[in-house]
């Protein structure tokens, strides 16, 4: 099917669009699916159905949940050689919670990321760069173990 289909709308298909957005996926990714509706629709339903514009809103909430997951992944995997890169992925991953869900993860929150650089990631040496991302592995480590991830 184009991308310019339009599926019937059902319960059945809101929660597996909404599954999917609440998993992390993409608008544009989940449109992309034969059976899914084109990003048009979507939008038009969005302006049109109070159920699914509901759904929607608390799936990309949701959504940004899962990031917490992969901020913990990848500082688990974090290495000499990496870490530039990571602290890119996790920087960018909090970015996307605060836009996602900005009641928990939003600028305007008073707790920080785990770690907020003083210098940039340009000015940083190796060895700042390690020390930081390794302070940020114990700090999320200690709130896994409490059980408040990253509230």
């Known amino acids: ?21 609440s998993q992390g996926k ?19 339903w969005l302006q049109q159905k109070a159920d ?14 899962n990031f917490e997951a992969k901020i913990l992944e990848e ?9 530039r890169v990571a602290q890119i992925k996790i920087n960018t991953w909090f970015k996307i919670m605060g836009q996602r869900n900005p009641n928990r993860y939003g600028e305007n929150k008073k ?10 990631v340009q000015e940083m040496t190796d060895e700042e760069l390690q020390h930081c991302l390794n302070d940020t592995l114990t700090q999320a480590r200690n709130r896994e173990q409490e059980g408040s991830g990253f509230e």
């Open 1 to 21: 099917m184009s991308m310019g289909r339009s599926v019937k709308y059902t319960q059945s298909l809101v929660d597996q669009f909404c599954e999917g957005l």
């Open 52 to 65: 699914f514009q509901r759904r929607y809103r608390q799936a990309i909430e949701e959504s940004a949940e």
């Open 111 to 120: 707790s920080e990321p785990p770690f907020t650089p003083i210098k940039t």
């Open 26 to 44: 993409t608008l544009r990714s989940l449109c992309a699916g034969d059976s899914m509706p084109s990003h048009t629709q979507v939008r038009r």
């Open 75 to 83: 500082v688990e995997a974090l290495t000499a050689d990496n870490a």
